[in-house]
């Protein structure tokens, strides 16, 4: 079997295995997950496994997010098509390329500046022009662009971050994000309607730490030492 029909395979039991299975509907998210080929984030060493119901290591002491988790948060933003996306957290760049698939426009913040540019490298390889990749703190939103109709947060906050609940759109703006300490984490909804934000917990997660002004206080690790870069756009 060549490389590409084997990683169909893998795909398509990704999704009849870990996400309809597991309550995962909505056919858009579906297919969108269906057709992006999540080997293509992960480092080569690990593309065997880029189809496993588990997060993988992808440098800098990060993950690439559980297919399901990546599913579920996904479904929970109810895109249609048209929306602005605020994404913190490229990571990989996995979660981007199913937004890019399923919004107008996307606009992902990465604190680590490598993990930028090899997300910006792949996606960009995949024909994805929907987007724009930014290094920067992410707790702090992307104040120039905003109103965003929908912002996910891919990375876990102490609490609800001031500029993340003021840069959603006023009218209906939907956010997804986990909340908590590195032990216990809620992913959580928020809802804004004029000045009222509502907010509803929705499941146990485990994220890795949002670092920033208003997250948790940064280390000092030698990935967190080199993020302090100037802000730099990828398109
Ligand atoms: N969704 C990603 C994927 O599909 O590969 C996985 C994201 S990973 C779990 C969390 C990411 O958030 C890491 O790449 C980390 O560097 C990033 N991060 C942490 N704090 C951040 C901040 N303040 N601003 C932007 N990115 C941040």
């Known amino acids: 079997m060549v490389e590409d029909e084997k990683f169909r395979v893998l795909r398509g039991q990704m999704v009849e295995n870990q996400l309809i299975e597991r309550g995962i509907t909505n056919p858009r998210v579906l297919d969108a997950m269906s057709r992006v080929p999540r080997q293509e984030f992960v480092t080569p060493d690990l593309s065997h496994l880029a189809y496993r119901d588990s997060p993988l290591p992808i440098g800098e002491d990060q993950t ?15 895109l249609s098509g048209h929306e602005r996306v605020l994404e913190i957290g490229t990571g990989s ?4 390329a199913v937004l890019c698939e399923l919004a107008a426009q996307v606009y992902s913040l990465e604190r680590l ?46 609490s609800l971050p001031g500029p993340l609940r003021s840069q959603l759109h006023p009218n209906g703006g939907r956010m997804v994000l986990p909340i908590g300490d590195e032990r216990n984490q809620y992913l959580e909804i928020v809802t804004r309607q004029d000045n009222r934000w509502e907010i509803e917990q929705m499941l146990p997660v485990r994220f890795v730490p949002l670092v920033g002004r208003y997250g948790f206080k940064a280390g000092e690790s030698k990935a967190e030492a080199d993020s302090d870069s100037d802000h730099t756009a990828y398109v």
Do not use: C, K, W
Not at 64 to 78: D, E, F, K, N, R
Not at 93 to 96: C, H, K, R, S
Not at 116 to 136: C, K, P, Q, T, W
């Open 113 to 158: 500046p490598r993990l930028a540019e090899r997300a910006a490298n792949v996606l960009s390889s995949l024909g994805y022009n929907n987007l724009e990749i930014h290094v920067g703190d992410g707790s702090q939103g992307l104040p120039d662009m905003a109103p965003f109709d929908v912002i996910i947060v891919t990375a876990a906050a102490p």
């Open 64 to 78: 690439i997010s559980q297919p399901y988790i990546v599913a579920l948060m996904t479904q929970l933003l109810y």
């Open 93 to 96: 760049g996995y979660q981007t």
